[in-house]
C-alpha cells in the first residue's frame, strides 16, 4: 500500500487502498525501435494508431526491421499502451491484436487487476494532471516508465472493480449514442453549410442582376463590362504614378474548362479581383507579451479564433510587418498547414505569421463578403488542391494562387447574395454553438462517471468483498514469482483479473 500525499487526502471507501501503477501492473516496457514499412509480416503500433481512442489494425503499418526476439514486443488482449512523447499519455487497451509489437515511443504496462479499470482510469482527470506534472523537456513534452509507474490508482476490491467498469462501460453506451448522434448533426450542417456556399457561388441563392432589371425595366452593369472598367481604372492609375514604364496586365482565366456563368457574371482571376500582400515565410521571434501574432492555427472555420495565441514585441512587429499592414475589408488566406482556410482581417493590431497571405479586394468589383463565401465553397477549395505543391507539406504559392479563376456577379447582386448566405448562416451557427455545448457537456459527463467510478460512488460497496489490500499482497507474491528478466512473465499461474474466487484459495 502507498501512503497518500496531501492532494490525494480524500478517504477512499471501505476496503479500497491508495496504490500506484507500478504495484498493479508487471514492471512496464519500452517498445521496438524502427521505422514503419507499407509491407511486412510483422504490425507496428505507433503513438498516432492510437490516438483517435480506437485502433484500424488494417491501417497500422509493418516494420521495416523486425525484432530479433518478437516475441518480446508481441503485444497480447490485455496490454495497455501509454504514449511517452508527442501525444503523451494517450493510452490504448489492446484487444485482440493482430501479430504486431509496439513502437518506442509507447510503453507496455501489463495490469493483474481488471485491466479495463486500469485502462479507464487512464481517461480520469486526476490521471492527466498526474500526466501535466510528470510532463519532461520543454521543445518535446514527454515522460518515461518510471513517472508513469508512479502515478497513483485508488484500487477497489477486485469483485467491485468489476462492477465498476460494467457500470462504467453501461453510461458510456448510452453517451456514446447521444455523442453520434450529436455528430451527426454537426455534419449534417456542415453539408447544409457547404451546399448554401455552393449555390451561392453558381447564382442560384438569390434572384441574379439581370432578372431583377428585366422585371423592373432598368439597367445594370453586368460583370465583363465592370471587370473592364475597372482594370483599365487600375491601369491608368498606375501609369499616372509611374510615367514611361511597362504596364504588366494581370493574367486572364482560362475559361475552356470552366462552367458556364449565370447571365451577367464573369470568370476573373485572383490577381485580376485581388491584391496579395504575402507574409509566406516569414516568422519572427516571440515575445511573453505584446501584440498578438496570428499563426495558421488561429484560421478557422471561417474565423480568427484567439486561442494560443503568440505574441511579438513592438520592435519586432515594425521590423517584419513591412510588406503591408491589414486594413479593414482585408482577408487573411492559409497557403499551408493547413490550405484554403480564410477569415475576415480583424480590426485590432496583430502581426502575420508565415504561411499566411493578406487579400486586399478590388474596390468596386467584388465585395470581400462574396469573395470570403467563394473562397471557402467546396468548388474552390477542391481547385486549390490542384495548384498545390510540396511533399511533406503542401500549400500553394502567390505564383500558383494569382491565376486562380473567381466568379463575378454584379456588384448589387454580390450584396444581395452576401446578405443572404448570412442570414441562413446565423442560424446555423446558432444550431452549432448548441451542438458544440452539449457535446462539451458529454465529456463533461463522461468524467463525471469516471470521477464517482474511481471515488466508489458509482456502484454499492459489498462488505463481503476481499479487501484490496489482500488483493495487493497476493499481486505482489504472484509478480515476484513470475516476472523474469526484462520483465517477462515465466509462470503459468493465472493473473489475479482472471482468477475465481475459489483459486484464489489454491494461490
Not at 479507464?120 to 518535446?140: D, M, P
Request: net charge positive.
Amino acid at each position: 500500500m502507498v501512503r497518500s500525499n496531501a492532494r490525494n487526502a480524500k478517504a477512499l471507501p471501505d476496503g479500497w487502498v491508495l496504490t500506484t501503477l507500478e504495484q498493479v501492473c508487471l514492471p512496464p516496457q519500452y517498445g521496438w525501435t524502427t521505422s514503419a514499412s507499407k509491407e511486412g509480416t510483422l504490425r507496428f503500433l505507433r503513438t498516432s494508431d492510437i490516438t483517435s481512442g480506437d485502433v484500424d489494425w488494417a491501417s497500422v503499418p509493418f516494420c521495416r526491421d523486425e525484432p530479433p526476439n518478437p516475441e518480446k514486443y508481441l503485444l497480447h488482449d490485455g496490454d495497455i499502451v501509454i504514449s511517452r512523447a508527442g501525444s503523451v499519455g494517450y493510452s490504448f487497451l489492446v484487444r485482440n491484436p493482430q501479430c504486431a509489437v509496439f513502437a518506442s515511443y509507447l510503453i507496455r504496462f501489463r495490469p493483474l487487476v481488471d485491466d479495463r479499470y486500469v485502462a479507464y482510469f487512464l481517461q480520469t482527470a486526476s490521471y492527466w494532471r498526474a500526466i501535466s506534472e510528470k510532463k519532461l523537456g520543454i521543445a518535446v513534452p514527454n515522460v518515461n516508465a518510471t513517472k508513469l509507474k508512479q502515478i497513483f490508482i485508488p484500487l477497489a476490491p477486485l469483485s467491485e472493480q468489476h462492477r465498476i467498469v460494467a457500470e462504467i462501460e453501461t453510461q458510456f453506451t448510452r453517451l456514446d449514442a447521444g455523442v453520434a448522434a450529436l455528430k451527426r448533426a454537426q455534419a449534417n450542417l456542415w453539408r447544409y453549410k457547404a451546399s448554401v456556399l455552393k449555390a451561392a457561388c453558381e447564382g442560384r441563392l438569390v434572384p441574379t442582376e439581370a432578372e431583377l432589371a428585366r422585371a423592373e425595366g432598368r439597367d445594370y452593369e453586368p460583370a465583363d463590362v465592370l471587370l473592364k472598367r475597372i482594370l483599365a481604372e487600375r491601369r491608368a492609375k498606375w501609369e499616372a504614378e509611374n510615367p514611361g514604364k511597362k504596364y504588366k496586365e494581370p493574367k486572364r482565366p482560362e475559361t475552356s474548362k470552366l462552367s458556364a456563368l449565370p447571365e451577367g457574371w464573369v470568370w476573373a482571376t485572383i490577381e485580376q479581383c485581388v491584391r496579395i500582400i504575402d507574409y509566406r515565410g516569414r516568422t519572427p521571434p516571440y515575445s511573453d507579451e505584446g501584440i498578438p501574432h496570428l499563426r495558421t492555427s488561429n484560421i478557422r472555420n471561417g474565423r480568427v479564433i484567439w486561442d494560443d495565441l503568440r505574441y511579438v514585441s513592438e520592435e519586432t512587429y515594425q521590423r517584419y510587418m513591412t510588406r503591408g499592414l491589414p486594413q479593414v475589408g482585408d482577408l487573411l488566406f492559409t497557403t499551408e498547414a493547413p490550405l484554403g482556410e480564410v477569415a475576415f482581417a480583424p480590426e485590432r493590431r496583430f502581426s502575420l505569421a508565415q504561411r499566411m497571405m493578406i487579400l486586399r479586394p478590388a474596390k468596386g468589383l467584388v465585395s470581400s463578403g462574396f469573395l470570403k463565401c467563394q473562397l471557402m465553397s467546396s468548388g474552390f477549395q477542391q481547385m486549390i488542391r490542384y495548384r498545390e505543391t510540396g511533399s511533406t507539406v503542401t500549400g500553394i504559392s502567390s505564383r500558383n494562387f494569382r491565376p486562380s479563376p473567381v466568379r463575378v456577379p454584379p456588384l448589387e447582386e454580390q450584396h444581395r447574395i452576401v446578405a443572404e448566405v448570412e442570414r441562413r448562416l446565423s442560424v446555423v451557427e446558432g444550431l452549432e454553438k448548441q451542438v458544440e455545448t452539449a457535446l462539451k457537456r458529454a465529456e463533461r459527463l463522461r468524467q463525471a462517471v469516471l470521477k464517482h467510478g474511481f471515488e466508489g460512488e458509482l456502484v454499492p460497496q459489498d462488505p463481503n468483498d476481499e479487501p484490496a489490500s489482500v488483493l495487493l499482497e497476493r499481486i505482489k507474491a504472484e509478480r515476484d514469482g513470475q516476472v523474469g528478466k526484462g520483465g517477462r512473465r515465466v509462470s503459468k499461474k493465472p493473473r489475479a483479473k482472471d482468477v475465481t474466487p475459489e483459486q484464489l484459495k489454491l494461490l
